[in-house]
């Protein structure tokens, strides 16, 4: 009976540090950006395609890492894309300045996601790959800004790789 006890009380003391190790906070967040894409023309002729970036993420976060589900929209120049991606950011490196308890937080980044895309030719659909990096600051307890680089590789036959500058608000509930 002893060791029932004991083995109870040590399995919800284990659980209970394990949740407080592995809990996070939820965010929700706006991203725009100014963003490039390498695609093909309605010939068959590469082209560089520069413009605005749209999109909203919902995520969590710890102290080490970050994850959200990011839907961006653009249309430029003819090129409407439309990305729901998956993104994983590992934190590098915190620092706390007491004087006004601003946290900058630089981070690397991966992300794999699915995308349409249309344009002169035939809409296409497929999937993309990338990395990046940025910093994110934390400028109250309840709203952090991001300033970031993504770099992705498209499996689709018009459109090769895309990149983007993003800046991101994000509200931590």
């Given at each position: 009976m002893l060791n029932k006890i004991l083995l109870s009380s040590l399995l919800i003391l284990t659980l209970s540090e394990a949740k407080d190790s592995f809990s996070s906070e939820r965010l929700l967040g706006i991203e725009v950006g100014y963003a490039g894409s390498k695609a093909k023309d309605a010939i068959g002729l590469d082209e560089s395609v520069n413009g605005v970036d749209f999109g909203v993420r919902l995520g969590?976060?710890?102290k080490d890492w970050r994850t959200f589900i990011t839907a961006n929209m653009?249309?430029?120049k003819g090129h409407k894309t439309q990305r729901v991606m998956l993104s994983f950011d590992k934190f590098v490196w915190q620092s706390l300045y007491k004087k006004d308890?601003?946290?900058f937080k630089p981070y690397l980044s991966g992300h794999i996601g699915?995308?349409?895309?249309?344009s002169d030719n035939p809409s296409e659909n497929g999937m993309f790959y990338g990395g990046g990096l940025g910093v994110a600051w934390n400028v109250l307890n309840e709203v952090d800004f991001d300033l970031g680089y993504r770099y992705s590789?498209?499996?689709l036959a018009?459109?090769?790789?895309f990149d983007a500058v993003t800046f991101g608000v994000n509200y931590i509930y």
């Open positions: 969590a976060q710890n653009s249309n430029y308890d601003i946290v699915y995308m349409q895309h249309k590789f498209a499996d018009d459109l090769d790789s």
